[in-house]
């Protein structure tokens, strides 16, 4: 019998959770103004609000937390990291920031102008914030089989190449000063990017004088998908499909809270030189000198033995195993899931398991609140309250997706949880047809509201 995987690691410090009654949740909840963000942690028993700066770090991490050198220019610590990054990514250019928003503000200060069109793959939230906070457009190109939740496609975070030629060929290159590949594509599942499709987008790019740039906050994730679903890789190992993924692409934001499985830190990588030399000097401005970028010396420690390990062929099998077995729980249940089951969450179809509630009052917000009350589980609307209002016309956006999101930090929870989850969605999958009322916005902030809406019941 050929053996099954299992997680290379053992438990050596453990975190109690409090396991709360109904009645308390009905009534955090309700002063939390029905927004999952407002809660504290202690109220939470299964977090899966976010896989992002909520890994656990490893003992060979913590000693690099030890190690870390604190001084301000030129640490060990720095030194330490771009060795790892000129090592895996390739790339000659590294400047690192305190996350990957911080990233974004800075690559963007740099590049992006007033009036300026930015193509990509369902850019992430902080992403589109940061692009249209600079009066600049987002157009996103993903595919359309990654708004069709219940049909298989292996590569649904791909790029359509005949919607990315449309935007190229109706604005001036001048205009479009990068194109956004998001590795793993968050917005549409955690669904990864084929490596035709990155060598594809990056050809295009570059004919039409347009720089490929990833968002690689999932990118080796996303390396494992290609070796796992397309041919040709099935030999290669993670570290040298990183390499060639970042080999088409002229530069990257990280967020190194997710595949470098660190609490804080982010980075740029380039490979022009002037291009560094003027996000540079937002850098300093924003984030600190360039040896530190807004992070303590360990944190740079951490992060780049992080990078190492979250690049491992068995950790990710585990770690993305984890995500396929509670997708699987929920088909079992007949429970409509994105699929397949991306790399760092599922996606529950709102639309599909509330169909008796109207869009106008929030589905997949309602399907997160039932579910917290239900079992004390914290999952993530990624529906119309994070969509935002148009800029213009300040209507609400309704996006194809409705989706609630189970995101699973890195190396926490057990498959025991996972059963507890599925059965708290299935109880609610059960009286599903009862749920006609949902909720209605009372208080919202101008942009990215979802931090800080405030909701009543309808
Ligand atoms: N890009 C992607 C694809 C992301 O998923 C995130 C964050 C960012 C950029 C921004 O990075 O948080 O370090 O500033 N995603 C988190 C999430 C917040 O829950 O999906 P950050």
């Not at 308390?24 to 976010?50: H, M, P």
């Not at 190194?256 to 000097?281: E, P, Q, Y």
């Amino acid at each position: 019998m050929e053996l099954p995987y299992a997680e290379p690691y053992k438990m050596k410090v453990i975190e109690p959770l409090y396991r709360s009654s109904r009645q308390e949740r009905e009534q955090w909840i309700k002063e939390a103004r029905y927004n999952l963000f407002n809660l504290k942690s202690e109220q939470v028993f299964i977090d899966l609000l976010t896989d992002s700066g909520t890994g656990a770090m490893s003992q060979y991490q913590w000693s690099e937390i030890m190690l870390g050198d604190e001084s301000y220019a030129g640490s060990s610590s720095f030194f330490k990291l771009k060795n790892v990054i000129t090592q895996l990514l390739d790339m000659p250019h590294f400047l690192p920031t305190h996350q990957g928003r911080a990233a974004e503000n800075v690559l963007f200060s740099a590049l992006i102008k007033e009036g300026d069109i930015v193509p990509g793959n369902s850019h992430f939230d902080t992403t589109k914030g940061h692009i249209e906070y600079r009066k600049a457009r987002a157009i996103d190109c993903t595919i359309d089989e990654a708004c069709n939740t219940s049909e298989f496609h292996p590569f649904k975070g791909n790029i359509d190449l005949e919607k990315l030629e449309e935007v190229f060929k109706k604005y001036p290159s001048d205009k479009i000063p990068l194109c956004i590949i998001t590795v793993t594509c968050n917005t549409s599942g955690g669904q990864p990017v084929s490596m035709e499709n990155i060598r594809e987008v990056s050809a295009l790019c570059h004919k039409y004088g347009v720089m490929p740039i990833f968002d690689a906050a999932r990118f080796a994730e996303n390396a494992y998908f290609i070796k796992t679903r397309e041919q040709g890789f099935e030999n290669k190992t993670i570290k040298e499909i990183v390499k060639e993924m970042f080999s088409y692409v002229e530069g990257a934001t990280m967020s190194s809270k997710k595949d470098a499985i660190v609490n804080i830190g982010g980075f740029i990588v380039l490979r022009d030189k002037s291009l560094f030399d003027k996000a540079s000097v937002f850098n300093i401005m924003y984030e600190g000198y360039l040896t530190y970028g807004g992070l303590a010396g360990r944190d740079l420690g951490a992060l780049a033995q992080g990078l190492m390990e979250g690049t491992e062929f068995d950790y990710l099998e585990a770690r993305i195993g984890q995500v396929a077995y509670l997708g699987e729980k929920l088909t079992q249940s007949g429970i409509p899931i994105q699929v397949p089951t991306g790399g760092h969450a599922v996606f529950v179809d709102a639309k599909k398991f509330l169909p008796n509630l109207p869009k106008e009052e929030y589905q997949a917000q309602t399907l997160a609140i039932e579910l917290y009350i239900e079992g004390g589980v914290r999952g993530v609307e990624i529906g119309t309250l994070l969509a935002d209002r148009n800029p213009v016309t300040r209507e609400n956006r309704y996006p194809q997706l409705e989706l609630l999101r189970l995101a699973l930090p890195r190396r926490v929870y057990t498959n025991n949880h996972m059963d507890y989850i599925a059965a708290a969605l299935k109880n609610i999958w059960d009286r599903r047809e009862s749920i006609t009322k949902g909720f209605r916005i009372t208080s919202e902030a101008p942009i990215m509201r979802h931090f800080t809406v405030e909701l009543e019941r309808v």
